[in-house]
């Protein structure tokens, strides 16, 4: 069926983007890296064996949201150690994605990323993927006060960030920095929108991805 009041693509000013097995396959499990670096930190800090670690591990996340939600609660562990130590990763597993670069470059409005991970995490995926020139901003889990989505602190942060004033003042898409981006606020539209490949690929190459493989 069709979608009712559907908002043109061309009419949308802001894009908000996930960024762990979001802007990146989750095939290439980076974030096994990610997992076992918070255990060695577990371990290191609390004393505790590798299978003692992992057992923390997963009931702080269970109980707490995040992993680090717990250790800051419980344990008061200093938040950036652990957001340094558990996302200083090798990104060679991460492929390059011209496809990506192209999509995003030609995709109008400017680009957010919202991220639960650190924002020196974001940068160097970025940076890495050949991407960064195409967002404006960075909402990661520090300027959530530790908050995970999907709590509302991030949320809140990126509209008092990127809402802004009633006149659309603000850095053009392609300045990424530290801080906020002014812009008129719009309603979001309702439609959901399809996945960005498809949207911003021709359209043979797009029916070419989304045709089942034989059996």
Partial sequence: M?????????EIETWIFDLDNTLY?????????????MTRFIADRL?????????VQKAY???HGTTLRGLMTVDRIDPDD?????????????????????????LPGRKIVHTNGSRRHAERLLDHLGIAMSFCGIIDITVADYEPKPALAGYHELL???AGDDHGLGPQPGRLGRRGLGGRSHPPCRRRSRPLSERCLPRRETERRLKPPLP
């Fill in 2 to 10: 069709p979608v009712k009041n559907a908002c043109p693509l061309g």
């Fill in 25 to 37: 396959p989750a095939s290439c499990r980076l974030f096994d890296q990610i997992h076992a670096r």
């Fill in 47 to 55: 004393d505790l064996t590798p299978e003692a670690a992992l057992t």
């Fill in 61 to 63: 996340f269970r109980e």
């Fill in 82 to 106: 652990f957001l340094a130590f558990v996302h200083e990763v090798d990104l060679s597993c991460v492929p390059q994605d011209p496809v990506l670069v192209s999509a995003l470059s030609a």
């Fill in 160 to 162: 008092r960030r990127h």
